[in-house]
């Protein structure tokens, strides 16, 4: 058998989907489950090439909610369990993460948005945004990072195993097709040569000893009888997630300390910000941008800091105002004024958004 | 009063005594399904390597049931969710427990494809012809003519097709390592049997095991005892046939 699946550091020339099959590998994850769909499919491709060198399965489900309750099941069994999905499949899988919400079963999920709604395009959107942080009958009790390139990819997919392990939380990783399917440069990397330990993983079912004899049994329930019974757990729910958001929120700022317009983006739209705040500030313009890594938890504090600073606010992305809405949520009570440049499905530039700057200033 | 009446019922020991009286109905199948289940797991020992899951449906409220460690997980998804934990662990005895909506209606990709991947589970079923839980709707199951909630001028199979037959599809779709069978409550040495086939053809690690048990739901049926009885044990096998469907050829050596 292999040794390990990357040794050291190695720098590579891959798609997002390949970089996402090594990183859950030298996550050292224990199985994946999934089920085909553009443009995700290429995980499971890289997956089942790769994984057996390294004993580690891949079940092939029926459907997405097979996928997501088998990973659900998979978790519970005490094992690094991984799953991927986009689109229509996403949709379908997020009856099996309202059960790892409720339950604390630290799923992990890698989402590359295609357009929407319904099968609409294969390509790219960010129009998965709203479904992704809170989707199906819950609160939200999840994390979610938006990538916006291979290495991020790479780091958050390593990253995620461990979120989910260390709190107990479900964890997705956002990527979109355009990430999925281009290739670019990345430093693949040991996370031990690193210095990143991964969470170690243990089973919530399945534990040793004898049940009823020398230990209680594990009875794990999703179901309560009284209003109250489940307003309690919920509550609960609810307190622990605050009380550990504030270690999980991830945000990046660029150029926003003297800027009179931000730029407010998130994955892979935030490259054209960066680019678009570059050329800006060449032209003697004073932009920035902000964009949140986690968009569960939001970054409301460090968002809030940067808007009390800004003139005006720009929220730029590939939906029709999914990502503005989790920013009119953090900014409420602001009265900095904002822009949008809504594109749902539909890919931006960095000249759109210098365009729709000077037009601000 | 005799003295047996006054004798505690003998449960089986994997049964959770803290969790007992059990929350069923009187006259329940499923109690009765899941002393089969018990003592079938007592007597080949195997207690400590079980995970058992339970749907939504009248079968959540085994949830507590066992001295297994447990999942309770959602309405048609109990066989998803015992794969992923069989896949993952191959060692532990791995039981989906559900009813017939459950198995049948909304869960019915997962049973299909569970079965033709030759999965190492145990899916366990109890068929009461009817959502007992949500209070008495016609399920796949429902007899031909059979009053429920949604059918209540009874079952016209011309608009709504006939009795789901479960076993008999499960065994046309698996290979000749699975286990088939239908039991009946109403003859608990028989399902017992059958439930320990099932198992022991998991411990084998043959291939797919599937048992339905015919179950009563007095509450939904409005019967009392003997109609009760008389529905599982006279109405029922004339739909469902009791008996092994497919039994795996003993290993040669
Ligand atoms: C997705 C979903 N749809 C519907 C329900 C409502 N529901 C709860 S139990 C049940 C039917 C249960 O019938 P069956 O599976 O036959 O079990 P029984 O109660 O008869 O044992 C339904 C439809 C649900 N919980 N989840
Ligand atoms: S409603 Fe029917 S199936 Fe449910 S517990 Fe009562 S008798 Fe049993
Ligand atoms: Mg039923």
Redesign the interface.
Known sequence: MADKPIQGEKRMFVTGNEAVAYAALAANV??M?GYPITPQNEIMHYFTRLAPKFDK?F?Q???E??A????????????R?FTATAGPGNTLMQ??MS?AEMMRIPTVVVIMQRGGPSTATVIYSQQEVTMTCYGANGEGIRVVYSTCNHQELYDYTIKSFNTAWKYRIPTFVLGDGYQAKMRESLTMYDPEARGIKMVDTY?????P?????DRD???????YNTEEELYEVVSNLVKDYEAVAPEIVESESFDCDDAEVVVLAHGVVSRAAVEAVRELRKAGIKAGHFRPITLRPFPDKELKAVANQAKKLLVVESAQGQFAKLVHHSLYGDSTPMEYIFKPGLGITSDEIINKVKAML | MTVTSVMEPKMPK?W?QETKPHKFCPGCGHGDVLKALGTAIDELGI??RV?FGCD?GCS?LS??F?????????HG?TT??????????PE?ICIAYMGDGGGYAIGS??L??AASRNERIFVLLANNAQYGMTGGQMAPTTLPGMKTETSPYGRDVEWTGNPTLGPEMVAAITPDSAYVARGTMSNLRQLTQMMKKALQNQIDGNGFSFVEALASCPTNWRTNAAKTWEFVEKEMPQYFKVGELKVPAKKEG
């Not at chain 2, 998803?80 to 662990?89: D, M």
């Open positions: 224990d199985i489950y399965p079940l489900t029926e459907d909610i097979s997501g309750f088998t990973t659900v099941g998979g978790v519970m069994s005490g094992k369990s009856e099996s059960m089973p919530l079912v399945g534990l000893g004898s049940p009823g004899v049994p594990a009875h794990l329930r999703n179901t | 994997c959770r207690q400590d995970v939504i959540l949830w507590d066992f001295n297994f460690d447990s999942i309770q997980t959602h998804r998803p969710v015992i794969t992923g934990v069989k896949r993952a662990r532990l990709q997962h299909v494809n």
